[in-house]
């Protein structure tokens, strides 16, 4: 069996994704992946076309780690964002192919279920804490036992999270047109606020509902050592992404100061990133995206790392990767020991007209099919009626007109 062809799909259903088509000379065995990177879809697009397919052609698409070696170690400019996406689109469209030429869903190729299904967690925003209140009952109600919140804080300007679950899943922020949505931010009021929050949640919902905050990378070593102290009397199941990345040995300072549990990783593109997080043990939950660390290949070694040191996984799951990456996130949890947690989004209708076959959620779980694969296909006719749209993340400014981070 060899590889005979690379088709790569610039679609926007209700936002952009990139998908890839890997074809075979058997006849209809072919494997869908996704490389979407959200506000720099063209980049790994044109790496994928001009650079990444043309190398693939001709090769036995079985051998799944040979590949990812080759295109990972032989670009010798390795790594980041934008390589790693490309490798993750082809990596989960081989895993796709192996799947399907199996007759198996991928999650027995990966060792078989450890679990039913992927307990999964909803996205809870509001304006105001009542609001915030309201909308975490409202997500019980549908069965949601894990729910992260934000809250609107106040003066500052297009606070993170606010939009809750509709926000995840969302096209764009701001009109996608000719420059992104400059959002103000301030440090001191934040952390005066989520404290308070959450106090006010615990106190009107009880013990009983997970909680979670994502402070989404904006703070500093000792701010985020402080906010991970003071809301350590609420039992978050964990806080999420208290500092950037680049700044791993300051864990060591949140560690030191509180027992709140920290997830960390979804700006994280290998598991060379997120070793001495894992081994130091200075975090619980390793939640890595899929679709920006080589694919499947790479989060099973990393979900391996991580069991011996008792860290579990949260992978990413947002709207802005496919449908795909979160069926591979699935098929993953399930098969692991290790899982923690799993992020997810509704997909709108005109997202699931192109690609079909996601994972479904029922009574706080996500659940794949037991379809050979990934259990995922893409309609390119539909593909075609939604063409690219420019689109930008937000940046972030502090009161001052500095740059900061979003």
Request: hydrophobic share 40%; charged share 25%.
């Amino acid at each position: 069996m060899q590889i005979t062809n690379v088709k790569i799909i610039v679609t926007s259903p209700g936002r952009n994704y990139v998908l890839v088509k890997i074809e075979t000379d058997e006849p209809d065995l072919y494997g869908w992946g996704d490389a979407t990177l959200n506000g720099r879809e063209l980049a790994v697009a044109s790496a994928l076309e001009k650079h990444i397919g043309p190398l693939l052609i001709g090769r036995d698409p079985d051998r799944i780690e040979d590949i990812w070696q080759y295109l990972f170690r032989g670009t010798y400019w390795r790594g980041g964002p934008v390589l790693m996406t490309a490798l993750a689109g082809v990596d989960l469209a081989l895993w796709d192919i192996k799947g399907k030429r199996a007759g198996l869903p991928l999650y027995s190729l990966l060792g078989g279920k450890t679990r039913e299904g992927a307990l999964a967690y909803t996205h809870c925003g509001g304006q105001d804490f009542q609001e915030v209140e309201e909308h975490v009952r409202a997500a019980q109600e549908k069965g949601f036992k894990v729910i992260r919140v934000q809250v609107a804080i106040p003066g500052n300007v297009g606070t993170y999270g606010v939009g809750g679950a509709q926000e995840a899943a969302a096209a764009t922020w701001g009109e996608g047109g000719a420059l992104p949505q400059v959002e103000r931010w301030e440090p001191g009021a934040y952390l005066r606020t989520v404290p308070r929050l959450l106090e006010h949640l615990r106190s009107r919902l009880g013990e009983e509902i997970e909680l979670l905050h994502d402070v989404h990378e904006r703070l500093n070593p000792i701010q985020a050592a402080r906010l991970a102290r003071e809301v350590e009397p609420f039992h978050l199941f964990f806080l999420e992404d208290p500092l950037r990345p680049e700044h791993k040995e300051s864990f060591r300072l949140i560690r030191q100061h509180t027992t709140t549990p920290i997830a960390m990783g979804e700006l994280f593109h290998s598991r060379w990133e997120a070793l001495p997080l894992i081994t130091e043990q200075l975090i619980d939950f390793i939640r890595c995206d899929l679709g920006h660390i080589g694919g499947l290949t790479e989060a099973r070694k990393i979900a391996a790392i991580a069991e011996s040191y008792q860290v579990q996984t949260a992978w990413h799951g947002p709207g802005d990767i496919a449908p795909i990456t979160h069926a591979a996130n699935v098929h993953l949890d399930t098969s692991i020991t290790n899982f923690g947690v799993q992020e997810m989004v509704f997909f709108p209708e005109i997202t699931q007209e192109v690609i079909t076959g996601g994972p479904v959620f029922k009574d706080g779980y996500l659940w794949v099919t037991d379809k050979p694969g990934l259990g995922t296909d893409v309609d390119e006719v539909a593909a075609a009626r939604y063409p690219y749209q420019r689109a930008y993340l937000p940046t972030v400014r502090r009161a001052d007109g500095s740059v900061h981070d979003w």
